[in-house]
């Protein structure tokens, strides 16, 4: 589009010059005028021409000038965007990093408040996620918060349990203990996920290359499980 412009533009500032080149000729070939007055115009469209001459260039080189300028100042809030962006989802990470340890330090004990991923999905259900530039600290938080729902959800049937008809299996457990040990049980995995997304996080925030963002161990082992 910017491109399309600026040869529009171009095009007319050339169109311009040649009409002012033209125009003495067709009113000489029109009319038969006096020495006097032709010696007038030649000068006068000489003058005009080398302003218009010197004039291209300049105005082609501010355009472009104006461009570079608009389109830095449109990466720099894009970028301040995303940083911000970034901030909050670590905040929420560290926010359910810090539910999950009171979790295993009373493992034997169930917690109405569920993990936090509100965020994430908000950031999702607008379509914001594209302005995480770097794919692969995407797909770690990505993975993080993967995490965070399996347990989630675990722990949401567990409460449902614990409200409704208690049964008991052969083994004496209900289906709540159940259920909450099979959450306890990943929260190594999810602990290493919350850790690493927010990690990778700071890199990022710092400026710093993310090297070796890899959340595909972590997915597979858990589904195994």
């Not at 010696?39 to 300049?58: E, Y």
Request: proline share 3%.
């Amino acid at each position: 589009m910017d491109s399309h412009i600026s040869r529009m533009t171009t095009g007319m500032l050339w169109l311009l010059l040649v009409a002012v080149l033209v125009a003495p000729f067709a009113y000489v070939m029109a009319s038969i005028p006096q020495a006097g007055f032709l010696d007038n115009v030649m000068s006068g469209m000489l003058a005009t021409a080398a302003a218009l001459i010197g004039g291209i260039p300049v105005a082609l080189w501010i355009d472009r000038a104006i461009k570079h300028r608009e389109e830095k100042k449109k990466k720099e809030t894009e970028r301040t965007r995303e940083l911000e962006l970034l901030e909050l989802l670590r905040g929420e990470l560290d926010f359910t990093g810090d539910l999950l340890n009171h979790r295993q330090q009373n493992s034997g004990n169930s917690f109405i408040q569920p993990l936090k991923s509100n965020l994430w999905r908000a950031v999702s259900s607008a379509g914001k996620l594209n302005l995480i530039s770097n794919h692969r600290l995407l797909n770690c938080i990505a993975s993080a918060y993967y995490a965070v729902d399996i347990v989630k959800k675990i722990e949401e049937q567990c409460y449902k349990a614990t409200r409704g008809a208690t049964v008991s299996f052969s083994n004496g457990k209900t289906a709540a203990q159940i259920l909450w040990e099979d959450a306890r049980g990943l929260d190594q995995i999810l602990s290493d996920s919350i850790k690493g997304a927010i990690k990778d996080i700071d890199e990022e925030l710092n400026n710093k290359p993310n090297k070796g963002i890899q959340a595909g161990p972590e997915i597979k082992k858990m589904e195994s499980e």
